[in-house]
C-alpha cells in the first residue's frame, strides 16, 4: 500500500480529488467504482470546481439500502445524483447503484457483477472506510473474497448512518459490492480522516489480513493508495516512515497519480 498522510481533512479531500481529476483526465471514458458517505461529500464538491467533463464516465457505487426508493432522501441513488451525477454531467445510463428494491436480490447482485465486467472492470475503485474497517458495507466478518450480494449492518455501522435517516431508522439489510470485486480493480483509492477512524486505519494498513478488519485485504492489491489526514493516521507504526517515502517520491511518478503541481 501506498500510504499518504496529510495535515488535515482538508488536504485529504484535496488530494482526493486531484487524483480522481487525473483518473479522468486521463481516461475521460474510465469505469469508476464509487462511494458515498461523509468524507466523499467535500471530495465531490472540490471535483464539481475543477471544470472536468463527466461525460463519458461508467460509474458503479459500491452499496445501496435495501427496500428504500431512489428517491428517499437517504438512498446512494439520491446522493450520487446531488453530488456527482448532477454536477460532473455523468450519462444516467451509464450510473449505476445496487437497485436495492429489486425482487430478486440474488439475481440484482449477480447482474450488477456482469455488468461490471461487461464494462471492462473498474479502472479505479474509490472507498471510504468505517470506523469498525468496512468498506462498502462489508462488515467485520466478510468474506475476502466475497462478490456483490446482501449484508445485515451491525449496531455501529447502523448508528453512524442513522444521521442520514433522522425520525427513520436505518436499514438493517443493504447490497455491496463484495471486497473480492473491489480487489479486482485496477487501482483502489481509499480515504479517511478524523480520530475516530485512527483505530481502523492502523488495523487496515498495519494488521493482519483478517476478516474481522475487511478493509486489511487491501494489502493484497498491488496498487491501493491510502489518503488520510494525521489524526486518522495517530496509531500508525510506521508514520515517519511513510513521510519520507511520499516526501522523497519522484515527481513523474507523483505527476502521474495526481496530475501536476
Ligand atoms: C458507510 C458507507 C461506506 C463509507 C463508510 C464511511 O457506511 N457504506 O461506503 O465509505 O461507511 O463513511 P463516512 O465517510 O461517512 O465516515
Redesign the pocket.
Known amino acids: 500500500m501506498e500510504v499518504i498522510l496529510l495535515s488535515d481533512p482538508s488536504a485529504v479531500r484535496l488530494l482526493g480529488a486531484r487524483i480522481l481529476a487525473q483518473q479522468l483526465r486521463r481516461r475521460p471514458d474510465s469505469v469508476l467504482g464509487l462511494?458515498?458517505?461523509?468524507?466523499?461529500i467535500g471530495v465531490y464538491a472540490q471535483l464539481a470546481g475543477m471544470q472536468l467533463d463527466g461525460s463519458q464516465l461508467t460509474c458503479f457505487n459500491?452499496?445501496e439500502y435495501v427496500g428504500l426508493s431512489p428517491s428517499h432522501p437517504a438512498s446512494y441513488r439520491a446522493y450520487m445524483e446531488q453530488h456527482f451525477y448532477e454536477p460532473l454531467g455523468v450519462n444516467r445510463q451509464r450510473a449505476f447503484v445496487p437497485d436495492g428494491q429489486a425482487d430478486d436480490i440474488e439475481a440484482e447482485c449477480a447482474r450488477y457483477e456482469q455488468r461490471i465486467e461487461a464494462a471492462g472492470g473498474l479502472d479505479l475503485q474509490l472507498?471510504?472506510?468505517?470506523e469498525d474497517g468496512?468498506?462498502?458495507?462489508n462488515e467485520p466478518g466478510s468474506s475476502l473474497a466475497s462478490r456483490t450480494r446482501l449484508k445485515t449492518l451491525t449496531p455501529s455501522?447502523r448508528a453512524?448512518?442513522q444521521r442520514d435517516f433522522g425520525d427513520g431508522t436505518t436499514p438493517l439489510h443493504v447490497l455491496?459490492m463484495g471486497v473480492g470485486t473491489i480487489l479486482s480493480a485496477r487501482r483502489v483509492l481509499l480515504l479517511a480522516y478524523g480520530p475516530k477512524?485512527a483505530e481502523a486505519v492502523a488495523a487496515m494498513v498495519e494488521g493482519p489480513v483478517t476478516a474481522m478488519c475487511p478493509a486489511s485485504a487491501l494489502q493484497f492489491h498491488p496498487a491501493c493508495t491510502v489518503v488520510v489526514d494525521e489524526a486518522a493516521g495517530a496509531h500508525l507504526r510506521l508514520a515517519d516512515y511513510y513521510r519520507t517515502v511520499y516526501a522523497h517520491k519522484p515527481r513523474a511518478a507523483r505527476e502521474r497519480l495526481e496530475g501536476p503541481a
Open positions: 462511494a458515498t458517505g461523509q468524507t466523499m459500491l452499496d472507498l471510504g472506510l468505517g468496512h468498506i462498502g458495507f455501522t453512524a448512518n455491496t477512524k
